[in-house]
């Protein structure tokens, strides 16, 4: 258990529909990142949150947008779901830009989003 | 443009044996090397790193050689055991900004036979 929540687990869809992830850190960690997990790709990194502001920017799509909360926690917004937005969707989330482990990002297990 | 490439997608091993599982990358501003591991229906999770400072890095059962005229990786499992069977994924980060993304392989599906 790397101590990331994500909510929920499983999510199926209509196209042209919006739907929300959420993600809890770890306890202490200040930064969260959003992945993406589609079928026969590795993660592609969507975008981070450093303590309540967007730190860094990915393959993010504009119908997609993030926010991080002061208690920290994470919420992925996808919007105008398409069936190609059908993947998993990672949180992850270290200790932040001034920790030893910042580059050992702790993953949660995922939100499987099916969209029909 | 894929900047982190595993090229095996998928490697079978005899239980007891090295597994080695290779790593390339394209950009030069990577500087921290990192290897998760995938079990199905979980979670990536942190199984070692290293430096671009140093060319090996040694923790139980795993090692991670680096190889940076090269721009290559390679991580060695001694033994493996059937517990190892996942996927192990490859990912780069450059740490010159604040931001830490990781850039991630595609994944190499690794077999341990009993």
């Known amino acids: 258990d790397s101590g990331v929540t994500q909510t929920p687990k499983h999510l199926i869809t209509a196209t042209g529909q919006r739907v929300t992830l959420r993600c809890s850190p770890r306890?202490?960690?200040?930064?969260v990142y959003w992945y993406q997990q589609s079928l026969d790709q590795g993660l592609q990194f969507l975008i981070q949150?450093?303590?309540?502001?967007?730190?860094a920017k990915g393959n993010i799509l504009e119908r997609f947008s993030a926010q991080q909360f002061p208690d920290l926690h994470s919420e992925l917004n996808l919007s105008s779901l398409e069936l190609g937005d059908s993947a998993l969707y990672f949180c992850?989330?270290?200790?932040?830009?001034?920790?030893?482990?910042?580059?050992?990002?702790?993953f949660g297990p995922g939100t499987r989003l099916t969209v029909l | 443009d894929q900047q982190v490439k595993q090229n095996s997608p998928s490697l079978s091993v005899q239980e007891g044996r090295i597994s080695i599982l290779n790593c390339d990358y394209t950009?030069?501003?990577?500087?921290?090397f990192l290897w998760y591991k995938k079990y199905p229906a979980e979670g990536p999770t942190f199984l070692i790193s290293?430096?671009?400072?140093?060319d090996k890095n040694e923790d139980g059962r795993f090692t991670v050689f680096l190889n940076k005229s090269a721009k290559h990786l390679s991580l060695h499992i001694v033994p493996s055991q059937p517990g190892d069977s996942a996927v192990y994924f490859c990912?780069?980060?450059?740490?010159?900004?604040?931001?830490?993304?990781?850039?991630f392989g595609k994944g190499t599906l690794l077999t341990v036979n009993p």
């Open positions: 992850a989330s270290s200790v932040g830009t001034s920790g030893r482990y910042d580059n050992e990002q702790f």
């Open positions: 306890s202490g960690d200040l930064s």
């Open positions: 949150y450093y303590n309540g502001e967007e730190r």
């Open positions: 950009n030069s501003m990577f500087d921290y």
């Open positions: 290293i430096s671009s400072i140093k």
């Open positions: 990912a780069a980060s450059a740490r010159g900004g604040s931001n830490y993304k990781l850039t």
